[in-house]
């Protein structure tokens, strides 16, 4: 699975961005889709995760500001992002998860001014 995320750009503290996952097959058979996130020398972060039916699960400091989803149809994932922090800046990535095998797709940078 190829995946290429996009949606990432430069917003000031309070402002808005959808970052999008398309990937490059269905995605309906994909477990496990979400984000990550890794600012300048620091680990990579789990962001938020959707599973093929159930609850979506988040950061806890993103919960309530971004919201994730899954367009099955459209094989995209998107990352609604409100309320941006300059403490959000990071490079954000998508991921995927099949039969136990982990896909990552380019980052996308997203920088928040205070």
């Known amino acids: 699975v190829q995946l290429q995320a996009c949606g990432g750009g430069f917003v000031q503290t309070g402002g808005s961005l959808r970052l999008s996952c398309a990937a490059s097959?269905?995605?309906?058979?994909?477990?496990?889709m979400g984000w990550y996130r890794q600012a300048p020398g620091k680990q990579r972060d789990l962001v938020a995760t959707?599973?093929?039916?159930?609850?979506?699960d988040y950061l806890d400091s993103v919960k309530g500001r971004f919201a994730i989803s899954r367009d099955n149809g459209k094989n995209t994932v998107y990352l609604l992002m409100n309320s941006l922090k300059p403490e959000d800046t990071a490079v954000y990535y998508c991921?995927?998860?099949?039969?136990?095998?982990?896909?990552w797709g380019e980052g996308t940078l997203v920088t928040v001014s205070s």
């Open positions: 991921h995927a998860n099949r039969y136990g095998l982990d896909y």
């Open positions: 959707i599973p093929r039916g159930g609850r979506a």
């Open positions: 097959e269905s995605i309906f058979g994909i477990n496990r």
